[in-house]
């Protein structure tokens, strides 16, 4: 059942049977510019995309991210607890709106105002296990809210269920990172009745980051990563994706840092590039991130997505 209200992107695949496709939009800006590539890659971020990640954040911080889709805008928060060689404790939230819509009769007139929201608790671990290994798990709920109001059929359904990701980050040189992700594992996803419950989107990701910039430089102010990943479903694999993004950033506390990435083969999002720019002063950290795809169902991109954190 492959229903846009329930947080599936309208450029997703519509013959799909997959539940919760709300699960595969892309959350925070600096994922975004890397081009979704960031399995092997750290930040506060790490708590949508791989949980290891979170085990060299330096800083505990709380996070706002905001993003827009076609389905409708997304909305996070994200508090993040850190011991600096120990690990991270994370709490996290995601809404997506996926709007109202008016009830008609077959006259036109109204009946009544619908509306569709989807929501994400989430609650992320990470740990250094060994000087070069991290790893993390996120345990999530998941829940899709469909309520009318007026004279409608019926008063509205909620469904709710479970999901974990589990990840490993390895360290096999200063300069390269590999990472892997299990990502939407759990139970399968009932709205109505179990006849028409369907699994949850769960995916497997493999990416590799590479430090590049010691080639050019020995700077230690200079920092430029490129990663690599590749991503493909649990359920009827074979339909490989290919995300690459580059960051070279200026500083170290304070910081400049600019992002490009591509997507390649994804069933779940346009194919295309993506931009964006990342800084870092004092406590405050922002990034913006655009999109250049163009929508096939719109005919245009979608709007900036930004990131913003307070480090404490």
């Excluded at 590039?273 to 002063?281: F, N």
Aim: charged share 20%; with cysteine; hydrophobic share 45%.
């Amino acid at each position: 059942m492959a229903v846009p209200v329930m947080g599936q992107d309208q450029d997703v695949d519509v013959s799909s049977t997959e539940g919760a496709l709300f699960l595969l939009l892309p959350v925070g800006a600096k994922s975004v510019a890397l081009g979704r590539a960031m399995t092997a890659m750290d930040g506060a971020e790490s708590a949508f995309w791989n949980p290891a990640g979170l085990a060299s954040v330096q800083h505990s911080q709380l996070v706002l991210l905001r993003g827009d889709h076609l389905v409708g805008p997304s909305t996070a928060i994200s508090g993040l607890w850190t011991r600096p060689g120990v690990g991270a404790l994370g709490a996290s939230y995601l809404l997506l709106d996926a709007g109202d819509q008016e009830l008609r009769d077959a006259n036109g007139n109204v009946l009544g105002n619908l509306t569709v929201r989807n929501h994400m608790g989430v609650v992320s671990a990470a740990a250094q296990v060994l000087d070069r290994l991290r790893a993390g798990v996120n345990l999530k709920a998941v829940v899709f809210r469909y309520s009318c109001q007026g004279q409608c059929l019926d008063a509205g359904t909620t469904a709710t269920t479970y999901a974990v990701d589990a990840g490993l980050q390895a360290l096999v040189t200063d300069r390269l990172r590999v990472g892997a992700v299990l990502a939407h594992l759990g139970p399968e996803f009932q709205v109505l009745n179990a006849e028409q419950a369907d699994p949850l989107p769960a995916r497997v990701r493999v990416g590799v980051a590479f430090d590049f910039m010691e080639e050019f430089t020995s700077d230690d102010q200079l920092s430029g990563w490129l990663s690599v990943e590749v991503q493909d479903r649990l359920r009827d694999p074979g339909t490989l994706s290919l995300y690459v993004g580059t960051e070279l950033s200026a500083g170290v506390e304070d910081l400049l840092a600019l992002r490009a990435g591509y997507v390649v083969g994804d069933q779940d999002q346009e194919e295309g590039a993506r931009v964006g720019l990342g800084l870092s002063y004092e406590q405050f950290d922002l990034s913006i991130a655009k999109s250049l795809a163009v929508s096939t169902l719109t005919g245009e991109t979608e709007p900036v997505q930004v990131t913003f954190a307070i480090r404490f």
